[in-house]
């Protein structure tokens, strides 16, 4: 029997609303960063079959000129489409603990509020001019020759 290779796959996508405003930083380095927390609503009929609604919070990191649209384009209670990858962090915190944090490395986010910029007063010409998606190009450089040109094609493959 021939050897299988496991995929290496990682894709999360989410959408929901802002919790909070996005917290903008510059590392080191001078590269933007930013974060922010999208609330996930899922309703569902419970044992008694009532409508529940559960929340789900989920932690958003988005870097380079990603960074920089969310920082122009979204605030608390912004509504968000979110296509990223799960990334684990750990570290110590200041009383010594060991902690650790799963979130969503964004590359692509979809702005679904009919907004301009945030510090702007913006007219409808101006929005139909403005893109409501950013995509995050540095996972580029992490792709095989073949990933690329799966995404290149939209994920179809093309006989030659």
């Known amino acids: ?16 609303n802002l919790t909070k405003d996005p917290i903008f930083r510059q590392t080191t380095n001078g590269t933007p960063v930013v974060n922010f927390t999208v609330a996930s609503n899922r ?7 009532q409508w529940q609604e559960d929340v789900c919070y989920v932690g958003i990191v988005a870097w380079n000129k990603l960074a920089d ?17 799960l990334q684990s962090r750990n570290w110590k915190s200041d009383d010594g603990h060991n ?33 409501s998606s950013f995509t995050d ?12 040109e799966l995404l290149k094609n939209n994920g179809h493959k093309i006989s030659e």
């Not at 799963?102 to 001019?129: C, H, M, P, T, W």
Request: with cysteine; net charge negative; charged share 35%.
């Open 1 to 16: 029997m021939a050897d299988l290779k496991m995929p290496e796959m990682n894709c999360v996508v989410i959408a929901g």
């Open 43 to 49: 309703k569902f009929r419970d044992s008694g079959n």
């Open 69 to 85: 649209s969310c920082r122009d384009r979204l605030k608390k209670g912004s509504a968000v489409l979110i296509d990223g990858e």
């Open 99 to 131: 902690r650790s944090i799963v979130e969503i490395k964004a590359r692509r986010i979809q702005f679904l509020n009919k907004r301009g910029r945030l510090s702007d007063v913006v007219s409808e010409q101006s929005l139909e001019d403005e893109p």
């Open 137 to 148: 190009d540095s996972f580029d450089r992490f792709l095989t020759s073949e990933e690329a």
